[in-house]
């Protein structure tokens, strides 16, 4: 995956709170009709099967995390990301163009359906943060908080998809991340979100809304390499077969079933179901990536989920 090294970035849609210090964490309430979000199965699955931990609390620095007497702010992503070329030498810069390409398809779509899109920031923080769902901390995962209309996350998240949930990893993995909590925001923003309750289960509200979130993610992917952004230049140029292997690799580790089997009690409980098991996030973000159509994404008018 490569970005258009001409091509212009837009940091106001990023709000980096990194060094700022985001209080005390906890628990990111559940409201509005049951939010959906990647990262939240990893805090809720562990906890309740008395799992491990997911916070990078070793001491280590790893991949988004701040240096000893570090601190970041907007303006330093101001100064350091303009173009693509500093997407391709600079990892914050790279999440800025996701963002950005993401929020560009997004603004088309709904454009093209006589629709207005509302852009959502992406906040980034550093350990734990406070939103308008609650106050959470890096073990919650990404996740989008629709009480506010933004998107959260801790950037070492994506170190410890490789480390502790032994994902490939790599730029479009990444960027498929994001894509899913901006699918969220999408639903937020058409009302889907509020027409789901809170259960769980193989065939929960919970469980459709996280797969058409996937299904979301796969059809900006599709359309990633044609989207212009602001400057009417696409802001990634190329996406590879090996990128779209390493997307799905990520899907597939964080299914319900694999987490509950290899990072909870090693049983698998149905009926404790949110997110979707492996396949099924692996088969609805593969559905939107070959469709490109976000028509194609819906998990609520199907009986068969995969």
């Given at each position: ?83 693509g070329a500093d997407a391709n030498r600079n990892h914050d810069c790279a999440v800025v163009a996701y963002i950005n390409s993401i929020q560009d398809y997004w603004t088309d779509q ?119 952004s602001s400057s009417g230049r696409p802001l990634i140029t190329d996406i590879t077969q090996d990128d779209i292997n ?61």
């Amino acid at each position: 995956m490569r970005f258009d090294d001409n091509a212009e970035l837009d940091t106001s849609e990023v709000s980096d709170l990194r060094g700022e210090g985001g209080g005390i964490g906890g628990r990111v309430a559940l409201g509005g009709g049951g939010l959906g979000v990647v990262g939240l199965i990893i805090y809720f699955v562990l906890s309740q099967l008395g799992g491990i931990s997911t916070g990078g609390s070793s001491g280590s620095v790893g991949l988004g995390q701040l240096q000893s007497g570090q601190q970041i702010t907007n303006s330093t992503l101001a100064d350091e990301c303009h173009t693509g070329a500093d997407a391709n030498r600079n990892h914050d810069c790279a999440v800025v163009a996701y963002i950005n390409s993401i929020q560009d398809y997004w603004t088309d779509q709904f454009a093209r359906s006589g629709q207005t899109y509302r852009k959502a920031t992406t906040n980034f923080f550093s350990g734990s943060v406070r939103t308008g769902c609650g106050s959470a901390t890096s073990d919650t995962g990404p996740f989008y908080c629709p009480a506010d209309g933004k998107v959260y996350i801790d950037l070492s998240f994506y170190q410890e998809l490789q480390s502790r949930f032994g994902a490939e990893g790599g730029p479009f993995a990444e960027a498929y991340v994001l894509a899913h909590e901006y699918g969220h925001h999408v639903q937020d923003l058409l009302g889907t979100s509020d027409r789901v309750g809170s259960g769980t289960g193989p065939t929960s509200g919970s469980v459709r809304l996280e797969l058409q979130a996937d299904c979301y993610a796969g059809v900006w992917g599709n359309h990633a390499t044609t989207t212009p952004s602001s400057s009417g230049r696409p802001l990634i140029t190329d996406i590879t077969q090996d990128d779209i292997n390493r997307a799905l690799d990520t899907a597939s580790r964080i299914g319900d079933d694999y987490i509950q089997k290899n990072l909870g009690s090693g049983k698998i409980d149905t009926s404790q179901f949110t997110h979707g098991t492996s396949a099924q996030r692996e088969k609805w973000f593969n559905t939107g990536f070959t469709t490109g159509d976000p028509a194609r994404c819906d998990t609520f008018g199907t009986s068969n989920l995969g």
